[in-house]
């Protein structure tokens, strides 16, 4: 048993010293709302009545007050929608993946990559309502057949993609609450009064019994295993709307894979950027260290490597393919109307990033904080490049045109923020935004033997 | 079940007492043990011989079932109005592969969840008979159901390793 011990402690959080330490640390949390909290959550409204003001605005008067028009069909709100999707995949990549691999270090951030997965795909779900216009027909989406028994498309991959994020809702969700039950059941056993009816209720009378782990652990695996796929073809598919079309700046094989790496590098940015304010205002300094933001960091590095080489590969191999229409869509991209986007995109995902090989700034929580904004601002552009600069500058110069996103789409896109915010802001106060049973996992057991010998 | 049985259901601060109380009992010829701990605990785990959980089962079959339904779903729909779209054969393999792949996943993964329900009895309704809610903070629990004849000595190997509490009920909380 003395290896084994050896072994858990060898992910240190030296301020952690017993089991109940993890208890009275992140249940405090629960308990304590700060008047930063509130700054935050009342902020996170104002941005969800921005959000659905805009939409109502917008479902009043009809799609015409988006910028929305030939030959820029697909603008912001696709933008929106793929930059959300993409946000949700490092909670699973940490969740799942992480697990599969056995990161000693995914334990402290896990719960909350995945509670921002879960509420980043629920914004982006919006999109595509808000996109289609007519949303009160936002069910022709579900494949059913129409008034003539006719099905939808299968082949088509906008069918696939409903299959694909519907399936990655479904799954991250429940895979986050399964992960909560037992630390909800920590909760219930602590708390009082009205709280200790909700918790109650639902850890759906969770003990922590032999059996119980017994199964849980082996479901959590095949979980994992079945979650680690999916994250890898959410993305994919996302990107076959794209790379299945002969729009030239779309129709690239290498897209599946560069849409992922991108996908995985926005949301690990997006951790970075919730967990520093998340460690400072409820004070997880002795469970969000160093080393955690280290790795993270370093995950960043690793995926804005491959972003960028997927960056000057397609550029290459626009230049190589010797096709005309090809190269000046890629000509266009960085010297065209939208010059700026595509500038932003490469220094905030290609450039700053390079500062994430330096030790030092690794393990300055200030610098990551700032470097992750510019990764969240960077993905943005990215998406804004692909959907719109591609679809302006198509084959005919008759149809070429300029898109501009209105006032309304950009209020949306500001707003979603606020959407996402005020799910996220409940859940650290709802339920445990830390794994507490995960954490005891790697603390040394409590021995009575070995304190006898120590003495 | 011969005699009532008797419940009785020790709280431990060190996980090794919790252990060596679950192999003694085990030794002694104790069969209806149930432990608690605050974490997945292998030890506990081992102590208590366990072996593959059929969790598993369910996983396969859902999957597979999944891939089934997926790839007759969509087979079954371009034949039911065979229309050529983008010049593809009706039954189009792999443009079906990615529906099949997802319904895979969530069937799988939900059936996962159903056999997780099913085998570990949750939702509880009721509570146990006996227990800490210190189980759920740092606490091991080492529960036996005796029968009436034997619960001197069980309760006798539970005291042996220090715990912090001994509770007892006249109610066996798993028949």
Not at chain 2, 41 to 51: C, K, N, S, T, V
Request: with cysteine; aromatic share 16%.
């Amino acid at each position: 048993m003395a290896t084994a011990t050896k072994e858990r402690g060898a992910l240190t959080h030296p301020d952690v010293h017993h089991l109940t330490d993890v208890n009275r640390d992140i249940l405090k949390i629960l308990s304590r709302p700060g008047k930063g909290w509130w700054a935050l959550f009342l902020l996170a409204c104002a941005g969800v009545g921005l959000f659905f003001g805009m939409w109502g605005w917008q479902i009043y008067k009809g799609i015409g007050v988006s910028g929305l028009s030939a030959p820029v069909g697909w603008g912001t709100y696709i933008t929106t929608f793929v930059f959300w999707v993409g946000i949700a995949h490092s909670g699973t990549l940490i969740s799942a993946i992480l697990f599969l691999f056995r990161a000693p270090w995914r334990q402290s951030v896990y719960r909350l990559a995945e509670a921002m997965t879960v509420f980043a795909v629920m914004t982006a779900g919006l999109f595509p309502l808000i996109h289609v216009g007519r949303v009160w027909h936002a069910y022709w989406l579900i494949p059913y057949p129409n008034a003539r028994f006719l099905w939808p498309n299968f082949k088509s991959p906008l069918v696939w993609d409903v299959f694909a994020v519907t399936t990655y809702f479904t799954v991250s969700a429940t895979f986050f609450f399964l992960g909560c039950i037992p630390d909800i059941a920590a909760a219930r056993d602590q708390a009082t009064g009205l709280r200790k009816k909700f918790y109650s209720l639902i850890a759906m009378g969770w003990r922590g019994s032999d059996a119980q782990w017994h199964h849980f652990g082996k479901a959590y695996i095949f979980l994992a295993a079945l979650a680690t796929p999916l994250v890898l073809s959410v993305h994919s598919v996302v990107s076959w709307d794209f790379a299945m079309s002969i729009v030239p700046g779309w129709h690239a094989t290498i897209f599946a894979p560069y849409f992922v790496a991108g996908a995985i590098f926005s949301g690990v940015g997006m951790v970075i950027t919730l967990a520093v304010p998340m460690r400072k205002i409820f004070g997880l300094e002795a469970y969000l260290t160093i080393k955690h933001f280290d790795a993270l960091a370093k995950l960043c590095l690793l995926t804005s490597l491959i972003v960028l080489y997927a960056y000057l590969s397609e550029f290459f191999m626009a230049w190589y393919s010797g096709e005309e229409i090809e190269r000046t869509a890629f000509w266009n991209r960085l010297f065209g109307t939208y010059w700026w986007a595509t500038w932003t995109m490469l220094v905030c995902n290609g450039l700053v990033p390079i500062l994430l090989w330096f030790k030092r700034v690794r393990h300055s929580i200030a610098a990551l904080f700032v470097i992750s904004i510019f990764i969240n601002i960077g993905m943005w552009f990215e998406r804004y490049v692909i959907v719109v600069t591609s679809l302006s500058h198509e084959y005919e110069p008759w149809a070429w045109g300029i898109y501009r996103p209105s006032f309304v789409e950009m209020s949306m896109v500001a707003g979603s923020f606020g959407w996402f915010a005020f799910w996220f802001l409940l859940f650290t106060r709802l339920l445990p935004p830390v794994a507490i049973a995960e954490l005891k996992e790697v603390l040394p057991p409590p021995l009575r033997r070995q304190r006898k010998e120590a003495h | 079940m011969s005699a009532p049985a008797h419940a009785l259901l020790a709280s431990y601060e060190y996980l090794d007492s919790a252990v060596d109380a679950i192999e003694g009992l085990r030794k002694a010829g104790f069969k209806s043990l149930k432990a608690y701990a605050p974490y997945p605990e292998h030890h506990i785990e081992a102590a208590l011989g366990y072996g593959q959980s059929p969790v598993r089962v369910f996983t396969l079959v859902g999957g597979l079932t999944g891939a089934a339904t997926g790839f007759a779903f969509t087979i079954w729909t371009s034949m039911d109005w065979p229309l050529v779209v983008g010049g593809k054969p009706h039954v189009s393999i792999p443009a079906f592969i990615p529906i099949a792949f997802e319904m895979t996943v969530l069937f799988g993964a939900l059936s996962t969840i159903i056999g997780l329900f099913i085998l570990s009895r949750l939702p509880a309704l009721k509570p146990p008979v006996i227990y800490d809610p210190e189980f759920t903070n740092g606490r091991y629990g080492v529960h036996v159901d005796a029968p009436a004849e034997r619960v001197e000595e069980a309760r006798k190997i539970l005291s042996a390793h220090e715990p912090v509490d001994l509770q007892e009920s006249t109610e066996a909380a798993h028949a």
